[in-house]
């Protein structure tokens, strides 16, 4: 996640340990600082801690193995982190470890996570922090499927602009494992009716693990990219589908020059590019995920043989 001042804030696991490091002068990475310990982390398979940042904070949210989503906030003002806060408000219900994070301008962030309470069933259930990071809501349910369940181990994708806030899941409707949006307009405390991204769909007795990726332009347009079957697809609301290549895990980030996409295939890791609309292979590797820098840059980070690699694309 990059603030508005260009620095990057990344956040890791190693084992059952927190890291959260900054880009620094010529966009080289500082040392990385310990945060916390969790027992049972949850990492892997896009399981990992997230980031958001505002002008006034860095927050950051983490899950352990018996299902509770923790925040941890730095104010920026003084550079300190804050003792962890429990985010759910009925202990062990986020067993499948997936959570994501978005920050507003006004000191605001909002977490969503796949939860099990009530029923045993996976619902998206979310919570806003006003502070900072440092208290959070009463949780509230975002999306509950009519068929009892959504998507039990695909990531769920959150991003901000403003007062804009849209969340991404893949849903279970009908034996159907679509992707579906949802979209706030005033910072996260109201959300309007879940909207199916792209015009087919997925009949799928499984879940694929894959929950696609979604960035908003710095003129406020959302891009989204997903997976159908063994295809990928890249998706505006309300307009057709665009079939981009066969692959996975793909994510994406929204410039003025256009959009810059990451994805697996074969264990290799490939890019398409406003200048490059072809897939291109770039090294081996899974799970990457971006941010974009100063001047239209795009950071990619991912995982290769147990190590971070980072690259400007």
Same mark, same amino acid.
């Given at each position: ?5 260009g620095v ?7 084992g ?15 040392p990385?600082?310990? =945060?916390?310990?969790?027992l049972?982390?949850? /990492? ?9 940042v505002?002008k ?5 949210? %983490? ?15 003084t ?9 759910n ?5 986020a ?19 796949l939860?099990l ?5 996976n619902?998206?259930?979310? %919570?806003?922090?006003t ?8 949780n509230?349910t ?15 994708? %959150?991003v901000?602009?403003g007062?804009?806030v849209?969340?991404m ?25 879940? $909207? ?9 007795? %499984? ?8 960035? /908003?332009s ?33 994510? =994406? ?7 810059? /996409?990451?994805?697996?295939? $074969?264990?290799?890791l490939?890019? /398409? ?11 081996s ?8 820098l100063?001047n ?6 991912w995982?290769?043989?147990g190590?971070?690699?980072a690259?400007? =694309?």
């Amino acid at each position: 996640m990059t603030d508005l001042d260009g620095v990057a804030h990344i956040v890791y696991g190693r084992g059952e340990v927190l890291y959260y490091t900054t880009t620094g002068t010529g966009e080289q990475f500082k040392p990385s600082m310990r =945060i916390d310990s969790l027992l049972g982390l949850a /990492i892997g398979a896009t399981r990992g801690p997230q980031i958001a940042v505002n002008k006034q904070s860095v927050v950051i949210t %983490a899950l352990d193995k018996m299902g509770n989503v923790w925040a941890y906030s730095r104010s920026k003002s003084t550079g300190q982190w804050q003792k962890r806060v429990r985010v759910n408000d009925v202990a062990d219900i986020a067993k499948e470890g997936f959570v994501a994070l978005a920050a507003g301008p006004a000191n605001e962030y909002t977490a969503v996570w796949l939860d099990l309470r009530g029923d045993k069933r996976n619902k998206l259930v979310g %919570a806003r922090s006003t502070d900072g990071g440092r208290t959070w809501s009463v949780n509230k349910t975002m999306y509950q499927s009519p068929d009892g369940t959504i998507c039990e181990c695909c990531q769920v994708s %959150a991003v901000s602009q403003g007062k804009q806030v849209v969340l991404m899941f893949r849903n279970f409707i009908n034996g159907s494992r679509d992707m579906y949006l949802l979209t706030s307009t005033d910072g996260g405390q109201t959300f309007g009716k879940a $909207e199916k991204i792209g015009e087919g769909t997925w009949k799928l007795n %499984a879940c694929p693990m894959d929950g696609g990726g979604m960035s /908003i332009s710095p003129d406020g347009n959302l891009s989204t990219v997903w997976r159908r079957a063994d295809k990928l697809y890249t998706a505006r609301p309300g307009q057709p589908e665009i079939e981009l290549a066969t692959g996975k895990n793909a994510k =994406i980030v929204t410039t003025q020059k256009g959009d810059y /996409i990451v994805f697996q295939r $074969e264990g290799q890791l490939w890019k /398409i590019t406003p200048g490059q609309p072809q897939p291109t292979a770039f090294g081996s590797g899974a799970y990457a995920n971006m941010t974009r820098l100063s001047n239209d840059r795009v950071l990619c980070l991912w995982e290769q043989d147990g190590t971070i690699r980072a690259e400007i =694309i």
